[in-house]
């Protein structure tokens, strides 16, 4: 060790929307925070400016703000009896590697997870029968209901200015919204954004069959807004340049726009960047963790000191530092014993492409989460006795890509992919080109985990996160289901000449592929029991009551939404709970 910083309250790995949000209720509770994020400081009015045209090269194609598969990777296989490689390319992984993490350049869909997406198992087994899983499916109840985490929930969405139409207030149902959604306590706080010509021909067709089609929640912003903080916030302006981008125009939910700018006013908020936390230290007799070591931008190797260790990194990096540290009982797949590593999953996403005969969508005007969605085939949100699978999807009209590169390859079957056929085809196809995507749930298995790698390690020398994860059968069958209500849909629509229909966790593709999804969960994941679980239900860890684990690292299944505004929710009840009871009386939130 190079040198050791002076004590702080509590030190956060990562400044994310976990980091970035748990930073602000500890500092505004009065506690001395540091935070040590790997990447660089990104100032939303000079990196992103709106006087420079977006470059579809330099964000989405050489994706600059990505944190590149150099710096640090994972290795993946299938099964336990394969040897597992790096991934050396770009591919589904979208991490950050800035102050703001992935929440930068995220296409900034905002859902809420369904009441019944936390109470998994005990939903399920009171509905169907334990007989519903699958053999070896992993499903558990979280520890938290839906009702607890409301208020959370709303919190998290008037600090990011979430754009939406709400279905369930206060228990009544509400035009125009989810009527499958949790009650909500308010309305959200920006208006939801206007529809796109894609958008009106879905939610038209699937109300003629009978479905209940509503805008899809969002953090590009439907107004101006004043947010829970004191930020001014812009309307979104449909430019296009969305996902994988930053937004200069102050007009995408991001820790950017939305948290920094209150945060680092702060003299009790320290932000180390460009450092790389390589382990959490614990106490001599290895009860708690006594702060992080680092790696500067220098190379140099420091102590940073703290009475709390919060980790909210990226879901992958949060399992493997706690990994490398030593916290918790790795997870055996071959006896069942062990927390660590175990419950990790991904997303199903099932598809239908659509080739219009003579449309005019005009895609360039989008945004990240420009949607329509039907949510009658999500979660448990209809009848499943029979199909032999648990979970769904929310099926959607999604009108995010209209960058010319990214549309260049999306033509017809049989149209040439060079010279002036293909220009000609082009030129037809970017009109004409849409997509009904289902994003869906996705379940663990007990042969789906994480652990560290016997083989490939990282820069610093330390071994490298390896995934043995394929699609298991309940994933497989949702994904068809879900695949053949997309063509169903997309069969109804007027003026379509040509649909493709796909579910890639159907077909056994790998789940690392670009159609694939970057939504990763569990592997450290919250429950009631020590026995399943590696946090209780405040996301405190079972074996060092003042460390935290923050993300969707905690998540024991994903739902068929997005994870951000859910992770977000989760980090402001775990900073209640650290400021209203665990700073009184520093120890286990939860007995076990």
């Known amino acids: 060790m190079d040198y050791q910083r002076p004590k702080a309250d509590a030190v956060i790995v990562g400044l994310g929307w976990s980091g970035s949000v748990m930073a602000e209720e500890l500092t505004r509770a009065g506690l001395n925070v540091v935070a040590v994020e790997r990447g660089a400081w990104r100032e939303t009015s000079k990196d992103f400016p709106t006087t420079t045209d977006p470059d579809e090269l330099k964000y989405s194609v050489r994706k600059e703000i990505l944190q590149p ?28 590697m800035n102050v703001g993490g992935a929440g930068t350049h995220w296409a900034a869909a905002a859902w809420r997870f369904l009441p019944t997406d936390f109470q998994l198992e005990s939903h399920i087994t009171e509905r169907y029968g334990r007989e519903q899983f699958v053999d070896g499916l992993i499903a558990q109840d979280w520890g938290i209901t839906y009702d607890e985490l409301e208020p959370f929930y709303d919190r998290f969405e008037k600090i990011a200015g979430i754009a939406g139409t709400a ?27 206007v529809r796109s010509r894609w958008n009106d021909i879905f939610d038209d067709t699937t109300k003629k069959m009978g479905y209940h089609p509503f805008p899809v929640p969002a953090g590009t912003l439907g107004s101006a807004y004043t947010n829970a903080l004191g ?24 820790p950017n726009a939305c948290v920094m700018p209150a945060l680092t006013r702060r003299e009790n908020f320290t932000m180390l960047t460009q450092c790389e936390v390589t ?39 949060n399992v493997r530092l706690l990994m490398l540290s030593e916290f918790g009982q790795m997870y055996d797949h071959r006896t069942g014993e062990g927390t660590l590593g175990r419950a990790y999953s991904f997303q199903t996403l099932s598809y239908a492409f659509l080739h219009f005969e003579n449309e005019r969508l005009n ?8 949607a329509t969605q039907i949510d009658d085939f999500n979660g448990d949100n209809f009848d499943h006795t029979g199909l032999g ?17 990214g549309l260049s390859s999306e033509l017809p079957e049989g149209a040439k992919q060079w010279g002036s ?17 289902g994003q869906g749930t996705s379940h663990s298995h007990r042969d789906q985990f994480l652990d560290l790698d016997p083989t490939y390690k990282d820069r610093h020398g330390n071994p490298l996160l390896r995934m043995t994860y394929d699609y298991n059968l309940n994933d497989q069958r949702s994904g068809a289901f879900i695949r053949d209500r997309c063509r169903d849909i997309a069969e109804q629509i007027e003026g379509v000449r040509h649909i493709r229909a796909v579910s890639f966790a159907e077909n056994h593709y790998s789940p690392y592929t670009g159609f694939d999804s970057s939504h990763t969960t569990g592997g450290a994941v919250m ?20 460390l935290f684990v923050l993300g969707a690292s905690s998540f024991p299944n994903n739902a068929g939404y997005n994870p951000t505004v859910t992770l977000g929710a989760l980090t402001i009840w775990t900073a209640r709970a650290i400021i209203d009871d665990y700073l009184q009386n520093p120890g286990p939130l939860v007995r076990s």
């Open 363 to 370: 895609p360039f005007m989008n945004t990240g989460a420009l």
């Open 421 to 437: 056929s293909w220009k000609r085809s082009f030129q037809h196809a970017y009109q004409n080109w849409a997509m009904i995507q």
């Open 527 to 546: 429950g009631l029991d020590p026995n399943t679980s590696v946090l209780n239900r405040y996301q405190q860890h079972w074996d060092a009551h003042n």
């Open 69 to 96: 598969p150099a710096v640090e990777t994972y290795t993946v296989r299938n099964n336990a009896s394969q040897t597992a490689l790096p991934g050396r390319e770009w591919n589904n992984w979208t991490l950050g």
């Open 167 to 193: 279905g369930v207030v206060n228990g009544e149902r509400q035009p125009g919204g989810n009527p499958f959604e949790g009650s909500r306590s308010d309305h959200f706080p920006t208006p939801a954004l």
């Open 389 to 405: 699978f648990i979970g769904g999807a929310g099926i959607q009209a999604l009108s995010n890509a209209g960058l010319p590169i």
């Open 279 to 317: 382990r959490i230290e614990k106490s001599r007799d290895g009860q708690t963790a006594t702060g992080v070591t680092f790696v500067d931008a220098d190379g140099h190797t420091g102590f940073q000191p703290a009475d709390m260790v919060i980790v909210a990194a990226y879901q992958l990096d």
């Open 231 to 254: 930020i001014n916030l812009a309307p979104c302006t449909y430019c296009g340049y969305c996902q994988l981008y930053g937004c200069g125009n102050w007009s995408k939910s991001s």
